[in-house]
């Protein structure tokens, strides 16, 4: 009898064992990474092509031992609510949020299940954490905030006698916004006259576009998934005004902006996905993981623009462009 007591004791202990080690009884389980996107758009799918390359940076590889289940919103805000919480409910170890309403969607969806934040410019200003330094809560990642103050001295470089530079966004894109406010703040401090124009949506940027280039000698674009989506629509207005833009993304550039100091998208996945990666072995935890920054872009300009519209590229910043970042031509 003694030794069956015995025989039970060592059973009950090895069970114990078996639940602390991961919150709950150990398995040979192939862990689940839930991805949620706004849209589909080439700086979106870059940064989503990083977040699996970080992800097997790590050693997880999917398909092999980790399963990635990959949601899209088509751009539709109600899609966001149901797609997180299908990853929720089908018990993913850890998420990743595509976009600021990507991210907020996932954040409304739980409290527990750790998020990664693959690309929002400022997350405690979005309400997705407590501090920047140390989020405090289930979530942490990376930032996508553009260098603001390198974008500036790249327009006085491009547009020596520019005398009024317009900045649009989209207000209801809690990145686009905090950019804009930081970005004017910068221009007032140096003196330099900025205008500001909003919309609602994509339908709103051809009329706003058209009234703003009338008042404006050069165009900034904020980080700004909506504009992004509807460049051509800018660009085009541009072009007939003979006024160039200068986005913060590289793919902006590539779709017809002129030059900018781009955060690599596909670098920001890449690290984001890392994170997780980290995440998942237990190395770190979201909440004193501080929210993560590239504090410098890669030059990038599109020489084709710039010949459109009689700009030349200042040599210092071509020669740049073509060591370490990118030339569209």
Do not use: W
């Not at 006085?156 to 209801?172: A, C, E, H, R």
């Not at 100091?261 to 004193?288: E, F, H, M, P």
């Amino acid at each position: 009898m003694k030794r069956m007591y015995g025989f039970i004791a060592i059973i009950l202990v090895l069970l114990g064992i078996g639940y602390f080690q991961g919150g709950g009884f150990a398995t040979n389980k192939t862990p689940k990474v839930g991805i949620l996107t706004l849209m589909h758009h080439p700086a979106l799918d870059q940064i989503h092509k990083g977040v699996v390359a970080g992800l097997k940076d790590e050693g997880y590889t999917d398909g092999k031992n980790i399963k990635i289940d990959y949601q899209n919103a088509q751009g539709d805000q109600s899609n966001l609510k149901t797609m997180s919480s299908k990853l929720v409910n089908e018990n993913s170890d850890i998420l990743i949020g595509i976009t600021t309403p990507a991210a907020q969607a996932l954040a409304n969806a739980t409290s527990k299940i750790p998020i990664v934040l693959g690309a929002v410019t400022d997350p405690k200003d979005a309400g997705l954490v407590k501090n920047n330094k140390k989020p405090g809560g289930n979530i942490t990642g990376i930032s996508d905030q553009a260098p603001l103050k390198e974008q500036l001295q790249l327009i006085k470089d491009f547009m020596p006698n520019m005398q009024t530079l317009g900045v649009i966004y989209t207000s209801s894109d809690s990145s686009a916004v905090t950019e804009e406010k930081k970005f004017v703040a910068i221009c007032k401090a140096e003196n330099f006259n900025v205008k500001t124009y909003s919309i609602s949506n994509s339908n709103d940027l051809n009329q706003v576009s058209q009234q703003m280039l009338t008042e404006v000698d050069a165009v900034f674009v904020p980080t700004d998934n909506t504009i992004a989506g509807a460049m051509q629509t800018l660009v085009n207005n541009a072009n007939a005004a003979k006024k160039p833009i200068f986005p913060t993304v590289d793919t902006m550039v590539k779709d017809g902006g002129l030059a900018t100091y781009s955060i690599n998208q596909y670098k920001l996945g890449v690290r984001g996905g890392k994170i997780a990666g980290q995440i998942l072995k237990g190395k770190i935890t979201t909440k004193d993981t501080p929210i993560d920054y590239i504090r410098h872009g890669d030059a990038t300009v599109n020489l084709k623009q710039a010949k459109k519209l009689g700009i030349t590229v200042p040599a210092k910043f071509l020669k740049e462009a073509q060591t370490d970042g990118e030339v569209f031509k």
